[in-house]
């Protein structure tokens, strides 16, 4: 029987996703239809997860070359420059960061747009189990009132109206009558095994969602704090933090590509599902309920009959048969019996609730409620939760190609430090421009003023050895003569200091004219000091 879906039309990517190749292990083609109890078809599907393992190996395959040519061939030291490889270094992390981002943005509307698809799917069994439950409540209950309640009224009533045939013959027509409404509820279909299959499956898929969701919400986190750390790493050029990332990068490149393939493998099924969803429906249902209830509900077309339209029907007329003869037993026997009246009112009040099911289970059986349910599910699972999935594949197509980057800059960025710390251990360490000469010197002050006392002397040396000492060339050192310069009065400034022992002349010593500080009286003083020291470090050194 083939009609045509108005209500619901699969979307593009799912007929896309249906394309796929469907191959189980043994590399043999097999039926795109959606069928998971069969072995073929979950290969079929285990066979997309094992392309993706294939990639995963390809990708560390591509990694480990490059790691190996990076390792063995090496330039020579003399022909590298820093340069390039920190600029190679800094957009490769800043190519990883930036992907990483993106790639942590699609994965969070992905996870969302897939729970809000599966809330939306669980969401629509537990009406659908809300009304099938209510029908069975209502076709229960009403049984159970025309077995007992009426069986007993019509008991009492008949010991009643034992002297009157008519009576009696009116009371057994209403058993019949009641007889037919249990019969036609009987043949309605038995809702509650289908009932508790779809609280079953509402029960499982809720709680294999929420792990999902918890799981993908780990990884985005995980994600984005590798890069974080990462970039810091680089940032401080922290071997340990870059090492401790590097190896925490390749767990996250196969988390990645592991669940590439699951959510491949999972988009691929559910189109398969969402292509052809009536089959699938009617397959399950078979035995349970028949095919033309299961058309009735799925389609719920109005160029299709009710298919409980006669029950129903029969079940009205049986009620307003019943209704009529108790009304006329009570205008016409109660004034004769009295007693009776009891009874019958019961009866009439009993008539008239199982009037009120009825009205509830015709609202119930109606198709309007339970289509809109399914319909509502196959939205949820084919558009908002397939359209996710493919954005979780995003996402970790994304991250393994940011991983993959950061995985290639992580070593570079090592060997960089590495080369550095190297030449920074090569340098002199009694060359007065390197800092950390200058760090000794400031901590062992005894050692800096040695220095520079000895090569104060031995200059001096030579110069008396040639020539006369000169007053303006022996200069005290520094800390001795700011000493002085505060001792008689004078403002210290740094354009007077002696450029002994200074790499620089003075930022303003051409700028600002030369001002000596001393009177006569104290220059006349110094220089005859001075001249004493010279004289004796002369004697010394031609000793």
Known sequence: MSLTRVDYIAPWWTYWLHNFPHINLRFQPIDKSFQPEDENYQQSLIFLGCVAAAGLGLNLLCLAVYLSFLCCCRKDEEEETKKPNSCCVTWSAVTAGLITCISVGVGFYGNSETNDGVYQLTYSLYNANHTLGGVDSLVTGTMGNMRTGLHQHLARLDEIFATRGDYVQTLQFMQQMADNVIKQLLGLPDWDEAKVDLATIADQTANIEYYRWLTYLLLLILDLVICLLACLGLAKQSRWLLTTMMVFGVLTLILSWTSLGADLAAAVGTSDFCVSPDKYVMGQTKGIITADIVHYYIYCNQTLSNPFQQPLTIFQRSLTTMQIQIQGLLQFAVPLFPTAERDLLGIQHL?????????????????????????????????????????LCLFSILAACAFTVMLCAIPRALRQIASRERDYDDIDEEDPFNPRARRIGSQNPNHANMHSFCSYSSSMGSQNSLHPPAPAVSNPPMSEYMNQTALFGGNPRYENVPLIGRGSPPPSIYSQPYRNPYSPTMRATYLSMTEEQSRHFGSDFQA
């Open 351 to 391: 008539l008239n609730s199982s009037e009120a099911s009825l009205h509830q289970l015709t609202a119930l059986l109606d198709c309007r409620g339970l289509n809109k349910d399914y319909l509502d599910a196959m939205v949820g699972v084919c558009y908002d939760g397939v359209e996710g999935v493919l954005y």
